[in-house]
Every structure is written in C-alpha cells, then in structure tokens.
C-alpha cells in the first residue's frame, strides 16, 4: 500500500454568493521516499491541496468528500489530537515564506527545542543537541552561533535552511513544500532545492513539491500532477509528461517555457487565463483556451464544451482530455483491424 493515498478528494470554499469548488475528484498516491511534483498556473488549488493534505484548509474552506490515507489511517477522521501527532512529526510543510513558520520572538535554538519537546519525551540539552545537528546537516555556516540567534538576524537563503531544518527535525516520512525558494533569489533558489533534494533522498523523506517551475519538477521528482481549476488534468512520470505531455494544457505549460522559444521571440504564452472557479466554463474547463476543440476534419468536437472528461490511460500516464481520448481510441480501432487483416491473410 502507498503511504499516502488521496481519493476522490473534494474541497469546497462556502462562500456568501455559494460553495466555490477549489478541489474536484483529486487522486493521487505517494510511495516512501517517492518525490511528487504539483504544477499549473496561479488559482489552480495547489496549495489547497497541501493544505487539505495536513487538514489545515481554513474556514470557510472545507472537505466535502473524499478521503485522505496516511500510513494506512484515514486522515481526514482523525480527532485534532492525533492529527496533530501526525502533522510536523511524520508529515512537515514547507511555506514560500518562512516567516509563516518562524516565530520572530523566539531565538532559532528555542523554536527547535519547543518542537522536539511538544513531540517527543526529552531534555532540553538532548533537543538542543539534535537541533545543532539538523542545523549541521543544512550546511549553515556557524551553526551553534545560529541557535541563539532570531529569524530577523537571518537572511532569507539561510531562514530557508533553518525552516528545512525544522521541517527534518522529527524525522518525518513526507515533507509537502509549497513553492519553497519563490521567495529567494534566484542563485540561492538552485542550492535551497539541491540542499532539499539530497536530505529528502539521504533520509528516503517523501517529497511533495509545489512549484511553477516545471525545470525544477523536471530535476527533482518521480511523478508530477498538472492541475487545472481545480483538478487534476494529467499525472504520471515526470520524465514521460515533460517529454511527450499528452494534454493540450500540459503542452502549453511546457511551450511557454523560456529554453522552448526561438531566441529573440515572443514566449509562447496559452493565451487566456484560468477562469475564475466559481465561473467554470462548461464541459472542459480547459476548452476557451484549447486548440484543439476541433476534430482532425476540422468539425468542433461537442464533448469539449459539454462533458467533464474522464482520465483516460496513455502511456504510464493519466489524461482528461476528449482529444487524447479520441486518439487513442482511433489507434485502439485501427490496431485492431490491423489485427483482423493479419488473422485474414493468416486463414484466409
Ligand atoms: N480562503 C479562501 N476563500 C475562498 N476561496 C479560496 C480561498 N483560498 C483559496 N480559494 C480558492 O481556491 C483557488 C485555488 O487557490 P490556491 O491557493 O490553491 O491556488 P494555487 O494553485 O496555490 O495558486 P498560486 O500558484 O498562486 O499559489 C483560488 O483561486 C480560490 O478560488
Ligand atoms: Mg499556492
């Protein structure tokens, strides 16, 4: 069994005007040690998803179906009690803005040893010797120095090695990390994602990483989601997905990338933007913006606008996509008479 599994997960925000679907029908597993990407443009419900993840989606934001399975538990029944056993201890987050999870009144040293304390039965001098440690394997310069240092003493690289510190402090099995360097400079963003790379693998941590940096995603994990107003639009092996993305959206993310535009040219921009989840469009959501609405002849293909696509299996990978699904099922027709034609020249 995974060690997380997400099913059929949906959130909703009850606003006055009515609920806001921010999360539909997500699905997704996560191995020990396995590294996730989560990738698509601004409003998509990435951090949603982390945040469901931990059960920390606020009011007036709620899970209304679903469920989420930690280590065989199904998380989102547990009383806020073991919840809490569960969150920073064997699943940590990572923020964009380390602010979020420094506490500016307390000195590095006495965050880390409040949270070993909170989980774990210890002495002070046992917790401050573990912090040290965590600091060391952070590769921050001075590490005893930075223990009675506060978060405003810090730059902002190296409150980021202390917020991977934190997050490794009680061992966990899987650290969610929401666009973790966006707020660095861009030559500290490379070391930070390095840094976090290789304790995720040194220590077998499961990565979750949220980022709209598809080059990141790319270098450092496994499987990757591409989500798109809500759902989950494509999943599978980052390596097949980058190299061949089979939906018109994915194709998209990916031939904006800088290195895909000719020097010199426009980037290739999808045109449009998300559309705003309490106004989806119908059918696809992705549909205004898509290409290939049309058939190969040049006729609309109606489902497009009318239907919700189901995942269909391409590859190693998942698609929803009324085209690809079209596709395939040309190939699987053809395959198939490929095959009568055979059997007929073998008996005729
Ligand atoms: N507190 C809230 N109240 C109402 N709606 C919300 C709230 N938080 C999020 N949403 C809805 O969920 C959508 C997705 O938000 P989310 O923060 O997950 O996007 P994201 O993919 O993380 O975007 P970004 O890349 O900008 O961080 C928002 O566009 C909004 O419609
Ligand atoms: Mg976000």
């Known amino acids: 069994m995974a060690l997380l599994e997400v099913n059929h997960l949906d959130v909703r925000f009850a606003l006055r005007q009515g609920d806001v679907r921010a999360l539909r029908d997500v699905n997704?597993?996560?191995?020990?040690?396995?590294r996730l990407?989560?990738?698509?443009?601004?409003?998509?419900?990435?951090?949603?998803?982390?945040?469901?993840?931990?059960?920390?989606?606020?009011?007036?934001?709620?899970?209304?179906?679903?469920?989420?399975?930690?280590?065989?538990?199904?998380?989102?029944?547990?009383?806020?009690?073991?919840?809490?056993?569960?969150?920073?201890?064997?699943?940590?987050?990572?923020?964009?803005?380390?602010?979020?999870?420094?506490?500016?009144?307390?000195?590095?040293?006495e965050q880390m040893v409040e949270c070993l304390k909170a989980h774990r039965r210890i002495?002070?001098?046992?917790?401050?010797a573990i912090a040290l440690d965590k600091l060391r394997q952070v590769q921050i310069p001075s590490p005893e120095a930075r223990l009675?240092?506060?978060?405003?003493?810090?730059?902002?690289?190296?409150?980021?090695?202390?917020?991977?510190?934190?997050?490794?402090?009680?061992?966990?099995d899987i650290i969610i990390a929401d666009e973790p360097t966006t707020a660095l400079d861009v030559t500290i963003q490379a070391e930070i994602?390095?840094?976090?790379?290789?304790?995720?693998?040194?220590?077998?941590?499961g990565l979750i990483?949220?980022?709209?940096?598809?080059?990141?995603?790319?270098q450092v994990t496994?499987?990757?989601?591409?989500?798109?107003?809500?759902?989950v639009i494509e999943q599978g092996p980052t390596r097949e997905i980058i190299n061949d993305p089979q939906h018109p959206y994915t194709q998209g993310l990916i031939n904006a990338l800088p290195q895909m535009a000719t020097p010199g040219e426009r980037l290739n921009q999808i045109r449009g933007s998300m559309p705003s989840l309490s106004n989806l469009p119908s059918g696809c959501?992705?549909?205004?913006?898509?290409?290939?609405?049309?058939?190969?002849?040049?006729?609309?293909?109606?489902?497009?606008?009318?239907?919700?696509?189901?995942?269909?299996?391409?590859?190693?990978?998942?698609?929803?996509?009324?085209?690809?699904?079209?596709?395939?099922?040309?190939?699987?027709?053809?395959?198939e008479a490929g095959d009568a034609n055979r059997l007929k020249e073998t008996n005729p």
Request: aromatic share 6%; charged share 20%; glycine share 8%.
């Open 222 to 231: 496994q499987r990757m989601l591409v989500m798109y107003a809500g759902r």
């Open 193 to 205: 994602m390095a840094l976090l790379l290789e304790l995720c693998e040194k220590h077998n941590v």
């Open 123 to 128: 002495s002070t001098k046992a917790a401050r």
């Open 28 to 34: 997704f597993t996560l191995e020990r040690g396995e």
């Open 37 to 109: 990407g989560i990738v698509g443009e601004s409003g998509a419900g990435k951090s949603v998803a982390a945040f469901t993840l931990l059960n920390l989606i606020a009011k007036p934001g709620y899970i209304a179906g679903g469920e989420i399975i930690f280590d065989g538990k199904p998380l989102n029944s547990l009383s806020e009690r073991a919840l809490r056993k569960v969150r920073g201890n064997r699943i940590s987050m990572i923020f964009q803005d380390p602010m979020m999870t420094l506490n500016p009144v307390l000195s590095i040293g």
């Open 285 to 335: 959501a992705f549909h205004p913006r898509c290409d290939f609405i049309n058939r190969a002849d040049g006729t609309p293909r109606p489902a497009c606008t009318q239907q919700v696509p189901e995942f269909v299996t391409s590859g190693n990978c998942q698609v929803a996509c009324h085209m690809v699904a079209e596709l395939l099922e040309k190939e699987r027709e053809e395959q």
């Open 148 to 172: 009675d240092q506060y978060p405003h003493e810090l730059s902002g690289g190296m409150r980021q090695r202390i917020i991977i510190a934190i997050a490794l402090l009680l061992d966990p």
């Open 209 to 218: 990483l949220i980022t709209h940096d598809l080059g990141v995603v790319s």
